[in-house]
Each structure stands twice: as structure tokens, then as C-alpha cells.
């Protein structure tokens, strides 16, 4: 039997098997074995009583018997927000950064034969003091390899956050600090400045989309919006996958419509499509600056609860209930603590910490802070705090 089988819209193969396997897992063997494909996949196929429409496929018996043509879509995010990877895969999505700024910075290992300089350098210096001055060949090198690791993670990093790498490198290779310097890492921090900057100005010129969105500003021309991203944004602003360009998307963002007005919508289907989608959402949100409505109309799932925090993990690399929660709890019993010494004039609190008594769960400890807040803070409730249906 052949199978025509698209994974892209520039990738289309043909698949033959000796015959249809009993269960669509099988099948999904089956196919990652001829294409090598790793990772959670979804497989579509065109369905006659819907005018050959791609369906997804939950039935083996659902396929016709003849020449099939399929559609592969690789689940490659997953709300699993714990451990977010949004690494290059065989889906071919291109890499993007999955974590913050690590405190402490690591130095990473250079060429072997720095390596080896910096050894007998260290060696010398734990001896007598001795410090090693390297040539231009060598701090270029030192320089070139520290600044891409930086820029893996922010590419504007705070001069507190240049101050701290330039710190670490000398405490990794003592025999790096300067002499005659109190810190020993003082031009080490402007050398690491600058080589960030020389690093933006390649990358801009190379077409990288979060350099090249900030337009520069000169005298005699139109004045234009510096984009930079914020503090907490480590994707800002992604590359398309290689050999994807807005076009190319368009017909999975209908897809992703479709599936949201449906009555029971494939959530597994709107995680992948939405996950596959970031770049282009996040090159229309920033380089466009749509209206709200704008974007609720295009990217109709975006504005679900579970897509919101899906939204800010690929945004941030972070669980947003996770992180909120947290935060939440280590103010818990201050919280508690200041509504204990209000209760006497407010029945409201009064009431909340009378049912606290009787269950001491963290969820209910939880939902006395919340509810508490607009009464100890004398705000109408009705406003202070807004509840949401469960949606998608």
C-alpha cells in the first residue's frame, strides 16, 4: 500500500507498507520508523463525507482501503510546563531559548588549547600569584565563546548580569584578573559589553528577527518604536522554523479556528498548533501591534486559560499557576496573619477565618487569602476579582 504523506508544506513523501496495521499506534510506529521522526505525532486524513477535509485520525478502520494521503502533525509541546524544551526537533522547529538567566553564570569550556593555557595560567597563579595576560588571538576567543553563551539566554543582558559573568570567569580562571584592578574583573565587564553588541550587529545583519525588529533612530528620519523585550521574555521574538514563512502557516492557523469553534475541540491538536505556531503570533504581536479584538479573531484559542498559560511558559519558559501559586504560598501567613488582626471590625474576614478553621487544606488557606484581599483592602469584590468559565 503507498501512503502520500505530507510533514510540511516543502516536505511531502511517499510511504510504502504491505498492508494497513490494526490500530492507529501502530501505524504511528510504523511511520516514524520510514521517516525517522521522534516525539508525539498526530495523523490526519482526508475524509470523503467532508469533501476530502483533513480529520484526525482516532480510528483505524476510519481510512479507505486504496492510496491514502495523510497529514502529519508532531505534538512537540505539551503543557507539561515543568521542563519546557522547546529545542529543534525532527518537526523542524528551530531552536528557542527554554531557560532564564542562570544565577550562578556557568563559564563554558573553550578550545583545547586555551583550555590547556588557562590550566598552566591557573597552575602559575595558585603558585605565586603570577597572573596571565593573553594575547588578542586568545581573549578573542575567550570573549567570542563567553558572549554566545550569554546571548543563548538574553540577548540584552543587564550590566548587572555582564558584572556577574565577568565575575564568574575570573573566579573559574583566577589568572585572568587584572593587575593593578581592586576587582580583578573590571575591563573584563566592558570587554564583555562590547562583544555583546559586536554579536547583536552580526546577528542583525544576518536577518535575526528580535535584533532586526529594533529599527534604529537617526537624525532626518522618521522616528520609530525601539522593540526590545522585557525583563522576564526570553522568546521575544523567535525564528520561523527553517523553510516556514507566514504563508506557510495559514493554512494550520484555519485549522486551529476550525478545531476551537468545534463543540468537543482535540485539545492535544490545539497544543501543537498553537506551540508551532509562536513565531508567527509573536511576529504579528509585536512588529504589527493588532487591537486585542484583532488578535481574539485570528488566534481565537490563545484566549483560553489553558492556552494562556501555555502562551506564557513559550514566552518566558516559566508555569504561570505554578509560579503564582508559589508566590501566593510564601505570602500565606502574613496574609492570614494581618486579616487575624482585622476580623474584630470586618465580618466579612471574620466569617472567612471562622471557615478556615475547620479545614486547614492548602486550598483553602489559599482561597481565604484571595478572598480576603478585597475586604482588607476595603475594595467592592464584585470588581476586585473576576471569575472566569472554564473554556478549552
Keep these: 500500500m503507498l501512503l502520500h504523506v505530507i510533514l510540511a508544506d516543502d516536505n511531502i513523501q511517499r510511504v510504502r507498507i504491505e498492508s494497513l496495521p490494526e490500530t492507529v499506534d501502530e501505524l504511528k510506529t510504523i511511520l516514524k520508523n520510514h521517516l525517522t521522526l521522534e516525539g508525539e505525532m498526530v495523523i490526519q486524513f482526508q475524509d470523503p463525507e467532508f469533501n476530502n477535509e483533513f480529520c484526525n485520525l482516532t480510528d483505524i478502520s476510519e481510512l479507505p482501503r486504496e492510496m491514502l494521503k495523510l497529514k502529519i502533525i508532531m505534538s512537540d509541546y505539551t503543557l507539561d510546563t515543568g521542563s519546557l524544551d522547546t529545542s529543534s526537533g525532527s518537526s523542524g522547529e528551530t531552536s528557542s531559548r527554554s531557560k532564564h538567566w542562570p544565577d550562578p553564570f556557568t563559564i563554558p569550556s573553550f578550545s583545547y588549547d586555551i583550555e590547556l593555557k588557562l590550566r598552566r595560567g591557573n597552575e602559575a597563579y595558585e603558585k605565586d600569584g603570577s597572573l596571565f595576560t593573553p594575547t588578542n588571538d586568545v581573549k578573542t576567543d575567550i570573549l567570542d565563546k563567553v558572549g554566545r553563551a550569554m546571548y543563548d539566554f538574553n540577548a540584552y543582558p543587564t550590566p548587572k548580569q555582564v ?9 573559574k580562571h583566577p589568572c585572568l584578573k587584572e593587575p593593578g584592578s581592586t576587582q580583578g574583573w573590571y575591563c573584563w565587564k566592558f570587554s564583555l559589553s562590547f562583544k555583546m553588541r559586536n554579536l547583536r550587529q552580526k546577528y542583525r545583519i544576518a536577518g535575526c528577527p528580535e535584533l532586526t525588529v529594533n529599527r534604529k533612530r537617526s537624525a532626518g528620519q522618521e522616528t520609530r518604536k525601539m522593540k526590545t523585550a522585557k525583563r522576564a521574555e526570553i522568546n521575544f521574538l523567535p525564528d520561523f522554523p527553517q523553510g516556514r514563512t507566514p504563508n506557510s502557516f495559514e493554512e494550520e492557523r484555519i485549522t486551529l479556528q476550525d478545531e476551537v469553534k468545534k463543540k468537543k475541540p482535540d485539545c492535544n491538536l490545539i497544543d501543537s498548533l498553537m506551540g508551532r505556531s509562536f513565531a508567527l503570533r509573536r511576529q504579528e504581536i509585536v512588529e504589527k501591534e493588532p487591537l486585542v479584538a484583532e488578535v481574539e479573531s485570528r488566534w481565537p484559542a490563545l484566549f483560553s486559560e489553558r492556552q494562556i ?49 475547620s479545614e486547614v487544606k492548602l486550598q483553602n488557606r489559599r482561597s481565604a487569602a484571595l478572598l480576603g484581599l478585597p475586604y482588607f483592602m476595603k475594595e467592592d469584590p464584585s470588581n476586585f476579582i473576576k471569575f472566569c468559565e472554564r473554556t478549552i
Design 309 to 357: 498559560a501555555a502562551e506564557f511558559t513559550r514566552l518566558v519558559a516559566a508555569d504561570l499557576p505554578k509560579s503564582f501559586l508559589s508566590g501566593l504560598d510564601r505570602h500565606l501567613p502574613r496574609l492570614l496573619e494581618l486579616y487575624k488582626a482585622r476580623e474584630r471590625c470586618d465580618t466579612k474576614i471574620h466569617s472567612l477565618l471562622e471557615s478556615l478553621d
Design 163 to 171: 558584572e556577574d559573568v565577568a565575575k564568574a570567569l575570573v573566579e
